[in-house]
């Protein structure tokens, strides 16, 4: 049940005990992921819920044994050599026709950051990407700037509204300028709420990644956007699949990968990110929960930051104590200490 609290329950993965339904302190995807926790973790969002059973009969065994998420373990994983990858990157090519860019409207209603909506032509399909840009009020341009990928919300919800502003607001209050473009496969440009192929996947992944480099290449046409200070920043579902275009990119100067690592399912190897991991040299940082049961440290976190091919001085692994969804404050510090060290503290 979705609540103030997480909630636990009988079931064990692992040597952790389940808690679901998601707190009002953590990402609201979280109602609907799994998360595990050690059965003596005392965090403030923890709860449970009383039961009385109506019938004196033992429970099915069913609902009280244990239970395993299965993921792709990547601790023996070895990405694909130079001359396969180079044949992945034709894959994402694109021709940089002209954009035909159109701010559709512009809302200046919140105190703290203009909002226009924005939309271009796709690198595919004679489509049009909205993307929102969300300019700070605190401060003078040019602005630096932070591409943002989201989390699986995108795919749940199918309306693009500020209450998904929850994890990047903060971006925008600290004076730095956030886009965030709708890419394939979400929100109003989800055409498949009942699920996916693994191969429409792959082309809707490769879609994804030329609507985010030609998001950059809108911002290289605005006179108020610093060209020099790029960063990237996705969370979970972005915190995996923004690997892909990092590795493709050389524009950003930086990027924060938040719940992210290797993918824990099996995607094709042409959209794994394991296999770019390697290519990726800009400096990264990593903000990953202990006891996450959807990205685990051993079989996903860890190969994912150890393959990196950014040099070791420059990239970070943070750990904070928690699941997949991550505790805002140390979450949002971390984020905002990385930037300040790699794009510069804003005045």
Same mark, same amino acid.
């Given at each position: 049940m979705v609540g103030n609290v997480k909630e636990w329950c009988f079931n064990s993965e692992g040597t952790s005990r389940f808690i679901l339904g998601g707190s009002s302190s953590e990402p609201k995807y979280m109602y609907q992921d799994p998360d595990a926790r050690p059965a003596f973790d005392r965090s403030e969002d923890n709860g449970f819920r009383l039961v009385k059973y109506l019938k004196p009969e033992?429970?099915?065994? =069913?609902?009280?044994?244990?239970?395993?998420?299965?993921? +792709?373990?990547?601790?023996?994983?070895?990405?694909v050599p130079d001359s396969v990858f180079r044949a992945y990157q034709g894959l994402y090519s694109y021709d940089r026709t002209p954009l035909n860019a159109l701010i559709e409207s512009v809302d200046d209603t919140s105190p703290q950051w203009r909002r226009e909506r924005i939309t271009?032509? =796709?690198?595919?399909?004679?489509?049009?990407?909205? +993307? *929102?840009?969300?300019l700070p009020k605190n401060v003078s341009p040019p602005y630096q700037t932070v591409v943002h990928f989201p989390g699986a919300e995108a795919l749940a919800f199918h309306t693009f509204t500020d209450m998904d502003l929850f994890c990047i607001d903060f971006l925008m209050k600290g004076g730095r300028a956030v886009m965030f473009p709708l890419y394939q496969g979400m929100y109003d440009r989800n055409t498949h709420p009942t699920g996916q192929g693994e191969s429409e996947f792959r082309d809707e992944a490769i879609q994804r990644s030329k609507d985010l480099r030609r998001s950059l290449d809108y911002l290289e046409t605005r006179p108020d956007i610093d060209h020099n200070r790029l960063a990237?920043?996705?969370?979970?579902?972005?915190?995996?699949? #923004? =690997?892909?275009? %990092?590795? %493709?990119?050389?524009?950003?100067?930086?990027?924060? %990968?938040?719940? #992210?690592?290797?993918?824990?399912?099996?995607? *094709?190897?042409?959209?794994?990110?394991?296999?770019f991991a390697p290519h990726i040299k800009i400096p990264v940082l990593m903000i990953n929960g202990r006891y996450d049961p959807m990205r685990p440290i051993v079989g996903c976190q860890l190969p994912f930051f150890r393959l990196l091919g950014t040099p070791s001085s420059d990239k970070r692994h943070v750990l904070l104590e928690s699941g997949h969804g991550l505790p805002?404050?140390?979450?949002?510090?971390?984020?905002?200490?990385?930037?300040?060290?790699? %794009?510069?503290?804003?005045?």
């Amino acid at each position: 049940m979705v609540g103030n609290v997480k909630e636990w329950c009988f079931n064990s993965e692992g040597t952790s005990r389940f808690i679901l339904g998601g707190s009002s302190s953590e990402p609201k995807y979280m109602y609907q992921d799994p998360d595990a926790r050690p059965a003596f973790d005392r965090s403030e969002d923890n709860g449970f819920r009383l039961v009385k059973y109506l019938k004196p009969e033992p429970l099915p065994e =069913a609902q009280t044994s244990q239970v395993s998420i299965r993921l +792709t373990d990547y601790r023996n994983a070895k990405p694909v050599p130079d001359s396969v990858f180079r044949a992945y990157q034709g894959l994402y090519s694109y021709d940089r026709t002209p954009l035909n860019a159109l701010i559709e409207s512009v809302d200046d209603t919140s105190p703290q950051w203009r909002r226009e909506r924005i939309t271009f032509k =796709a690198a595919y399909n004679n489509e049009r990407v909205t +993307t *929102f840009l969300y300019l700070p009020k605190n401060v003078s341009p040019p602005y630096q700037t932070v591409v943002h990928f989201p989390g699986a919300e995108a795919l749940a919800f199918h309306t693009f509204t500020d209450m998904d502003l929850f994890c990047i607001d903060f971006l925008m209050k600290g004076g730095r300028a956030v886009m965030f473009p709708l890419y394939q496969g979400m929100y109003d440009r989800n055409t498949h709420p009942t699920g996916q192929g693994e191969s429409e996947f792959r082309d809707e992944a490769i879609q994804r990644s030329k609507d985010l480099r030609r998001s950059l290449d809108y911002l290289e046409t605005r006179p108020d956007i610093d060209h020099n200070r790029l960063a990237y920043y996705g969370f979970s579902w972005g915190g995996t699949e #923004g =690997a892909i275009s %990092l590795a %493709l990119e050389s524009r950003f100067k930086t990027a924060v %990968l938040a719940d #992210g690592g290797c993918d824990p399912g099996s995607p *094709f190897p042409e959209v794994n990110p394991i296999n770019f991991a390697p290519h990726i040299k800009i400096p990264v940082l990593m903000i990953n929960g202990r006891y996450d049961p959807m990205r685990p440290i051993v079989g996903c976190q860890l190969p994912f930051f150890r393959l990196l091919g950014t040099p070791s001085s420059d990239k970070r692994h943070v750990l904070l104590e928690s699941g997949h969804g991550l505790p805002y404050t140390p979450w949002f510090k971390e984020t905002l200490d990385w930037l300040d060290r790699y %794009l510069g503290r804003v005045e």
